[in-house]
């Protein structure tokens, strides 16, 4: 039976702003603005070296509506270089960059297959196996309304039928909920594979068929931690096969430093340099987070007279020069609980902020979320966040303590 070969991403953020980087020096700053389209530039210079049948790109392909020069000339590029080489994509536009927004237009070759915003089928013949491609565009922004009973039945049993869909899992409120679906309304469709974006975590919601998010090609935030890539598909109508493939160019990571017994600044240094090395030795160039643990009350006397801040300072100058870069964006200490008493009233305070539900953590952030300026600069509130939140609150109870 023939089997298929394509790719499968989404997400790219083309031209992403990269928000809520501070400090960084310009050429640092510069490499990071560029990740995402070097990211890209490797997608298809692997798609040149191994020739998949076909590129399915699902949905947010440049960053804002408006879509930047920059990014449609970069894209066109690459779909050129694609063309050259006999390459179709089929792209679906989402609520990022939907069909209503104000552009100066590019054309694209005739390779690609722009998914307009009605569901519509792409037909495809590969060496004599018929291939059907479902999917639609976003008109507007918001689509909040379900759109899966659009997608046809699949009928034809000698075809492979594929579906495109930039949208939210029905339930899922880490992101902003886009054409939600059921993994059950997804099955019931019959179709060999599911090709998801929107989401910008790599999932696997269903094996079989694969029901698959393969996340954003590269991080743009502290958020969005870890290796981000694209999925290389082997499918036929019996197997399927899924290889992950890591594009990041820069990988935004927390790096944990164990403090234990450690009385001198020389000792902290070498910790924290020998955690970016592995880091680096990992992952390449990065973005990241110190987290000191086990901070007793040897290590946290380094603090008395030198200002965290100062520490984060002498930590970047350590590693200034390096290659690849490894910009420490924030130190934060996580002191043993040890180091303070509790009291009855600390006590209750603490243990009532570890009932707290999300609803809870919400009504108590209102204003802050509910603020029309500050709003729009963060994202929503997820389940890691108000685990941040609660340890954060509670060290910062316990330092008040300390003070009084």
Not at 336 to 342: D, F, I, K
Request: net charge negative.
């Amino acid at each position: 039976m023939t089997a298929i070969r394509f790719f499968h991403l989404a997400d790219l953020h083309l031209d992403s702003p990269f928000k809520g980087l501070f400090g960084l020096p310009e050429h640092i700053l510069k490499n990071i603005r560029s990740s995402t389209f070097e990211a890209f530039d490797k997608i298809i210079l692997k798609a040149i070296q191994e020739k998949p049948d076909f590129l399915l790109i699902v949905g947010d392909i440049y960053d804002g509506e408006n879509r930047s020069l920059q990014a449609q000339r970069r894209f066109q590029d690459a779909m050129e270089k694609l063309f050259q080489h006999n390459i179709p994509v089929i792209v679906s536009y989402g609520n990022h960059d939907h069909l209503n927004g104000t552009w100066t237009r590019f054309a694209l070759p005739s390779n690609v297959y722009e998914l307009p915003a009605e569901t519509t089928v792409v037909q495809l013949k590969i060496r004599g196996q018929q291939v059907n491609i479902y999917g639609f565009s976003y008109h507007e922004r918001h689509l909040k309304e379900s759109v899966i009973e659009s997608y046809p039945i699949a009928q034809d049993q000698h075809a492979i039928h594929i579906g495109m869909l930039h949208g939210s899992e029905a339930g899922n409120t880490t992101h902003d909920v886009y054409a939600p679906f059921t993994k059950q309304q997804l099955i019931e469709k019959n179709y060999h594979y599911w090709a998801l974006g929107h989401i910008h975590k790599r999932q696997l919601l269903q094996q079989n068929p694969p029901i698959v998010y393969p996340g954003n090609i590269q991080s743009r935030h502290r958020k969005e931690q870890g290796l981000k890539g694209f999925y290389d598909v082997t499918l036929s109508q019996t197997s399927n096969e899924l290889d992950f493939i890591p594009t990041s160019t820069v990988v935004y990571n927390t790096i944990e430093v164990d403090c234990t017994n450690v009385i001198h600044a020389n000792e902290l240094l070498k910790r924290c340099s020998e955690a970016i090395t592995t880091n680096r030795t990992k992952y390449g160039a990065s973005v990241v987070e110190l987290h000191l643990q086990n901070i007793d009350e040897q290590t946290e006397a380094l603090f008395e007279h030198a200002t965290v801040d100062a520490w984060l300072d002498t930590v970047r100058e350590t590693e200034e020069g390096i290659e690849p870069m490894c910009w420490v964006q924030k130190l934060v200490l996580q002191k043993t609980a040890s180091l303070y008493e509790q009291t009855a009233a600390t006590q209750s305070v603490v243990s009532l902020m570890e009932q707290w539900d999300s609803n809870e953590w919400k009504d108590i952030l209102k204003d802050l979320y509910q603020y029309a300026g500050g709003a729009r600069l963060i994202e929503p509130l997820s389940d890691k966040d108000i685990e941040n939140l609660t340890q954060n609150a509670q060290a910062l109870l316990a330092e008040e303590i300390q003070r009084a």
